[in-house]
């Protein structure tokens, strides 16, 4: 469920960090570290686009959510 997308090509990952959902993210994250290997989190979760080639990076950014863009920075350090 992690990995799957709805229409637009976006996962949950993108969604929580549209919304500024940190508590999301924080339990997605953990759950990804628990399950895909650190290539899957990589290429699937932190750099996969939706059908707008936006990242939860971009997503963010658009939304001028500064909080979610470090917490989005820093996790990948901890892994």
């Not at 469920?1 to 919304?19: I, Q, S, V």
């Not at 399950?35 to 939706?50: A, F, P, S």
């Not at 707008?52 to 863009?69: C, D, F, V, Y």
Request: glycine share 6%; no cysteine; net charge negative.
């Amino acid at each position: 469920m992690l990995l799957g997308t709805d229409t637009e090509g976006r996962t949950a990952w993108h969604t929580a960090a549209e919304r500024g959902n940190s508590e999301i993210l924080q339990k997605l994250w953990d759950w990804a570290k628990e399950n895909l290997t650190t290539e899957e989190i990589n290429n699937k979760l932190l750099l996969v686009t939706d059908e707008e080639g936006r990242t939860a990076w971009h997503i963010a950014a658009e939304r001028g959510n500064s909080e979610i863009l470090q917490k989005i920075w820093d996790w990948p350090k901890r892994m």
